[in-house]
Structures are given as C-alpha cells and as structure tokens.
C-alpha cells in the first residue's frame, strides 16, 4: 500500500524528500524548468507543516571522483528563490544536519557527487536516514533506477514512514487511465533516438487483452529507422545494431498475429553532409547510403495525422526529427499538435518531448505531460511496475 503525504504526518517532522530536478542547461541557464515546478505542491506542504526539509536530488551523470561543478545543486538555488521556496545550500551530510530547521528546506549537493548513491551502498543509506524521520519521493524520473536513495534509502523507514508525494501520486494515477481502459482506438506514437527503450512498452501494449489493447503504433525518428531496416531498406548512415532491428521485426511480426497496426514512415526527410543543411524528401525505402534521416515526409505526416482524427487515448515519446534544428522541427510539430487536438485523453512522456511541446506552445493542450522519460516507458512496459521499478517496489515492501 502506498502512503501519501498530508500535512498532519509531516507536521514538525524531519523529513528527506528524494526528487528528481534532472533538469537540462545550456551554458549555466535552465533551459526546461517542468521538473521544478512539478516539485512544488509537495514543497508547499512540507513548508506549511512546518517540516525540517532536506530536499535532495540527482543531476545528471558526474563521477563522484572529480564531479563536474557544473552540475552542483547550489546553482539551483537561484530557482527556487525566484519562486519565493527559500533553500540554503548544504554540500555535505554533516552540513545539512547541522543547518536543519523546522519550516526550512536544506537542498544537499547532487546525490551523484557522493560515492555512494551509484553502488547501491548501505553505509550511504543509513548516513541518509539519519538525517530524517520520514522518507518522502517524488523522483518519478528515476524511480527505474537502483541508486541507493532509490531503492535501499526507504528500507530504512517503517512502512507508513515511507511517503510518496503529490506528484509521484498524479503520475501514477494519470499513467493508469492508459493501462486499465484506455479508451479505444488507443494509438502510441513513438519517436526519439532509440528503440530499445521502448521495446517493452510496445511489447506490453501489443499483448494485453483486446479491451486494452492498442490498435496501432506510429514510428518516427530514429525508432522508424530499426523498421525500415527490419523491412529490408537501407537507413542511410545511421549504424544500427542488430539486435534492435531483430526487435522491430518481431514487433512487426507480433503486431500481425494481433492485428495492431505499426505504421512506418513511407517518406522521410534526409540531408548529405552536415546537419544544418536543407533537407530533401526520399522515399523510405530509396534512402541513400550516404543520406542522414532529419525528419519524417509530408505523406507520412498526412498518413499519421489522418490515423489520429480517430484516436481516443493517445501516448506519444520521442520526436520525429532531429528537433534541435528548426529546418527538422516539421514531423514533431505537426504531430504534436495533432496528438493535442484528438478528442480523448492523450499522455506526453520524455523530458525532450515534453520540451519540445512546451517550445511549440502545445504543452497545455495535453491530457497529462508526465515527468519521466525512461521511468515513464518502464512504468507503462511493466506487467507489475510495483514489484519490477526499484523506486516503487521500496515503498511497499520490507
Ligand atoms: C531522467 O532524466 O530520465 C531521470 O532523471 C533519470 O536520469 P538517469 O537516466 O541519469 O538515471
């Protein structure tokens, strides 16, 4: 059983709260601040229940051995002072235990910068209990990860100690609709760089019981292109493995045997030379060798917007181009703003899909923009996401 966090369990309690403020930068600046403010109403309760708050997170990849200052929490610090949440900065355990108030929140350095958090350490787990009485997570985004504020952190707390917050509580019952009844046509549009994430959520949909099954699966990006090849079509200069293509041809093949369509670009948009240059249409299955796949075509674009005036569940990740570059942007946003238009419920995942709704002003016409990239494709390919997701399985058992 799940616990959720209310004002009168936390009231006065010293809590850890594990979030994931994963957020992406360019030069110093946050380029995407979703994460952070989806962080907010579990904050406001912890503040209003005069909680002593250490708030902690992971930020992207540095080794404990020389961390990257870049990717220091401190520099967060400035966002949620923007957005009147006042944070002091700890940058060790010693620290925050020393700065710890009730009513105040205490934001420890990146979890990644302690040796610990990677390797799944139970020294490092207990030094983190310690510090709290309650365990509080709203890390969706990593709760398919084992670090050890993941997945070992919450064993040290009694079961009704162990909380989840009020995000974490909407991603799940939002991720749900789509799982128990979807309403039908269902359709997932899957883009982005690779298709071995997406490999059990495709297989987990295609599998399901009719009433929950999807009827169809558009492909673009670089996921379309483990298709084409798996078609017996060159993909230009892209290297694919070959397991991933052995994956989409069993996805083609399972589709059949259940009557799910997989629609795969019948044109797409390539370039020769540098990225940047103007594209050209090909026809998916004449794609030069030399050629690098930018976007998907106009027909398909036509085909797959005509799939979508049926749709009423959609769950869409990834983009269908090289979204950086404006001159590849045309799949994604006209897609995307399909997607937003169908009249039923229709679930964004992925940070760079998120982001990239979000730039063409779509974000609001969303059912649920959900905060996890690979967590969210882990929870939705799962058969029992509570006992498979490291994150979730730490919460209800001991
Ligand atoms: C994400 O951005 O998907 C999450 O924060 C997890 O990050 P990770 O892939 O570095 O574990």
Redesign the pocket.
Known sequence: MLHLITPETVKNQRVFVRA?L?VPTKNGAILDDF?LKSLLPTLMILIKANAATILAT?W??PTPESPDPALSTQHLVAWFEQHQIPVTFAATLDQAAQLQAPGHIILLENLRFFAGEKKQDATFAHQLAALADYYVTD?F??L??S?TSVSLLPLQFALDHRLIGLLIAREIGQLDKLTSHPTQPFMLVLGGAKLDDKVPLITTFLEKPAAQRITSCMVGGLTALAFIKASGHNTGSVHLEAATVTHAATIMERALHKAVRIDIPSDVMIIEGELGATPTICASDAIPATATVVDIGPATIRQYLYNLTSAKTVFANGTMGIFEYPAYQQGTRAILQAIGAIKGYSVLGG?DTAAAADSCGLAASFGFVSS????TLAYLGSSHPFEQLPGLKALIFS
């Open positions: 994931d994963n994460r992971h992207g990849n890390a985004g990593v398919h990860r670090d940070g996890g990239g690979g967590a």
